[in-house]
């Protein structure tokens, strides 16, 4: 239909199958090291932390994963989430571009996270725990973990970044509202928490803090694993319902998309709907995949593709990623599920290659994109997913000034409800623009492990 806005599929289309790139790559992903041998990780390492169904899901040589009934059951709740064709936006724009967004707000917690969450859950509950520990930043993924362990009668430990349990009390409230224990890191409940804290009492914290907290939890105690929200493999496997939704809804519209856009945090919203579309890339398709951070935490845009830690304690394997170093203490940016020093390895890889780009962006034209959504779309934007739309505007403004037309779809992967001081910063003249120092960036690069 010529003047379409919602392109919906049906309960029964729900992908039954998770898409695993892993085996159509012509270069395999470097091994991960083992963390205190330096030696390649074997899958039996990771067994105190996570359950062997995730394990073998992390290294699978096959290119499609069953998706389990159960976890199909409760997706149903809020899945096949729309495609929307922004017409108010172009219209505003005054762009011959045509823009779609994935719309992942619909879920019961509000982003995309859920889709990996209770997948965790469900193997983990299959694997007899009792608990899982965790990290969050911005708190999406504290609150979709909180909510997946409800379902499946798990409890739920989150180590919240000390800078957002602050900034975003919501958040941890509607993780409480789901049984969640929610503890501000660094926090004295750990060794690396307490450590951390003796050496910066004031810390705001860090996503690598965190992980190392949630690590040593989980590792210190055996009825519970270890859960994580981006960067692993086997996270954006049970992402790729996103991409694999989209790309039936973009036949729906009669379109092929010329550019694919996703913010980037650790890589699981953008891979989430990127990664389906890389078989294309790889077989000679011309679609543009563009991963966009901040500029307070460019990993992609300024960082090292070298091995490092993924935690600040060193706690966990080694990976072979574009990374700031594990040390980074980013700034207190609002897009608090970004502030991660490293990225997905996977995502990484395709970086390299040359199959992905990325592009950075500071907060101010971040937030003038989230206005200028929220005013003609009418859906307030999280922070994060925010950066997406900034480069969405950003490719139809270029296409206004060729020209010609292009088709643009990228991932709102949440809503920013619980974000509103943020908004209220920006309209006060109070958001600062950072961009992480070069000499900085350097000094953490130089002290990253050295590996053969």
Not at 244 to 266: N, S, Y
Not at 280 to 302: F, I, N, Q, W, Y
Request: proline share 8%; hydrophobic share 40%.
């Amino acid at each position: 239909m010529p003047d379409s806005v919602k392109f919906l599929l049906s309960d029964s289309q729900i992908p039954s199958t998770w898409i695993n790139i892993l085996p159509l790559l012509k270069e395999p992903l470097a091994s991960p090291l083992h963390p205190a041998t330096l030696k390649p990780l074997m899958p039996a390492d990771l067994a105190p932390i996570f359950p062997m169904s995730l394990i073998e899901q992390e290294f699978s040589p096959k290119p499609e994963i069953d998706i389990p009934g159960e976890v199909l059951d409760i997706y149903r709740l809020w899945r096949p989430t729309p495609l929307f064709r922004a017409r108010r936006l172009e219209q505003a724009l005054d762009t011959p571009a045509h823009i779609y967004y994935k719309y992942e707000g619909t879920s019961p917690a509000g982003s995309h996270k859920p889709n990996t969450a209770v997948a965790q859950a469900y193997y983990n509950k299959q694997a007899g725990l009792r608990r899982l520990a965790t990290e969050t930043g911005a708190g999406q993924w504290g609150s979709a973990l909180a909510l997946a362990c409800r379902m499946f009668g798990l409890e739920c430990s989150v180590y919240m970044v000390k800078v957002s349990y602050q900034q975003k009390p919501y958040r941890r409230m509607m993780m409480n509202v789901w049984g969640a224990e929610v503890l501000a890191s660094p926090s004295q409940q750990t060794n690396s928490g307490r450590a951390i804290l003796k050496q910066t009492p004031d810390s705001p914290g860090s996503l690598g803090i965190a992980i190392s907290e949630a690590v040593e939890d989980a590792a210190t105690h055996p009825d519970t694993n270890y859960a994580l929200g981006s960067v692993l493999n086997h996270v954006l496997l049970h992402q790729t319902v996103i991409g694999q939704e989209a790309k039936r809804q973009m036949v729906l519209a009669g379109e092929t998309p010329d550019v694919i856009i996703g913010c980037f945090g650790g890589g699981s919203n953008f891979g989430g709907l990127a990664l389906p579309y890389v078989p294309d890339r790889l077989h000679g398709s011309a679609v543009r995949l563009m991963a966009v951070e901040p500029l307070a935490c460019p990993s992609l845009t300024k960082g090292s593709f070298a091995y490092d830690f993924g935690d600040t304690a060193k706690l966990t394997p080694l990976v072979k990623m574009y990374t700031l170093g594990h040390d980074f203490i980013p700034a207190s940016i609002h897009a608090g599920g970004l502030r991660y020093h490293g990225a997905s390895p996977l995502a990484s890889h395709l970086v390299h290659h040359g199959l992905i780009e990325a592009r950075a962006y500071p907060q101010n034209p971040v937030f003038d994109a989230a206005l200028q959504f929220a005013r003609t779309e009418g859906i307030l934007p999280a922070p994060e997913a925010s950066h997406a739309i900034r480069a969405a505007i950003d490719e139809a403004l270029e296409a206004r000034a060729e020209g010609r037309p292009r088709t643009i779809l990228f991932c709102l992967s949440g809503h920013g409800h619980f974000d509103l001081s943020a908004y209220d910063a920006y309209l006060s003249g109070k958001l600062e623009d950072y961009e992480y120092p070069a000499e900085a960036v350097r000094r953490l690069i130089e002290s990253l492990p050295v590996t053969v």
